[in-house]
T-cell receptor, first 114, second 113 residues
Framework: NAGVTQTPKFQVLKTGQSMTLQCAQD?????MSWYRQDPGMGLRLIHY???????DQGEVPNGYNVSRSTTEDFPLRLLSAAPSQTSVYFC?????????????FGPGTRLTVT | GNSVTQMEGPVTLSEEAFLTINCTYT??????LFWYVQYPGEGLQLLLK?????DKGSNKGFEATYRKETTSFHLEKGSVQVSDSAVYFC????????????FGRGTSLIVHP
């Protein structure tokens, strides 16, 4: 099992550019989510999905789009990058077993918007 | 709603010192409780968990006990190593049928030789 994979590891964008952060998991997990991590802010939930075809907004969804066409993939799209989106982005997945759902995180994408 | 409160960091210790990182929570129902660890430049990974009151989770010398009466899940280790330097996140999930976990803000631990 590769677990949760994210690409790219690092990215530099200019203001106004768009891009897609890729996330894939090979554990057949129903639940997937995207977080951003900023100094002193902890983890903030951007979007999440409880299964293929179902997505919903988290705490900080503005400026980001998601879709979930397969169980494995959950890409995050930045429509028009802004310097405020400079952050480290983590994708996570989980499956509830016996009422317990531990999260599996990817290694992160470090994004800088200039 | 649910919330998790962790002690502010950074926590700075010498090698072989005793570690406690406090975590308290507010939740409806009976959540599962977790500690995740994030080493520099990496994603979070599960360190230990407890799923019901009085359960003790343990891993790599770390322990935490689910205390329902004090709504706490404090992380402890008897003798820290330089390699334990990381950010530690307390979290809960499994309430109200929601998949969405609630994380604390994280506590940075720095261990000096």
């Amino acid at each position: 099992n590769a677990g949760v994979t994210q690409t790219p590891k690092f990215q530099v964008l200019k203001t106004g550019q768009s891009m897609t952060l890729q996330c894939a998991q090979d554990m057949n997990h129903e639940y997937m989510s995207w977080y951003r991590q900023d100094p002193g802010m902890g983890l903030r939930l951007i979007h999440y999905s409880v299964g293929a075809g179902i997505t919903d907004q988290g705490e900080v969804p503005n400026g980001y789009n998601v879709s979930r066409s397969t169980t494995e993939d959950f890409p995050l799209r930045l429509l028009s990058a802004a310097p405020s989106q400079t952050s480290v982005y983590f994708c996570a997945s989980s499956q509830r077993l016996a009422g317990v759902d531990e999260q599996y995180f990817g290694p992160g994408t470090r994004l800088t918007v200039t | 709603g649910n919330s998790v409160t962790q002690m502010e960091g950074p926590v700075t210790l010498s090698e072989e010192a005793f570690l406690t990182i406090n975590c308290t929570y507010t939740a409806t129902g009976y959540p599962s409780l977790f500690w995740y660890v994030q080493y520099p430049g990496e994603g979070l990974q599960l360190l230990l968990k407890a799923t019901k009151a009085d359960d003790k989770g343990s891993n790599k010398g770390f322990e935490a006990t689910y205390r329902k009466e004090t709504t706490s899940f404090h992380l402890e280790k008897g003798s820290v190593q330089v390699s334990d330097s990381a950010v530690y996140f307390c979290a809960l999930s499994g309430t109200g049928g929601s998949y969405i976990p609630t994380f604390g803000r994280g506590t940075s631990l720095i261990v000096h030789p």
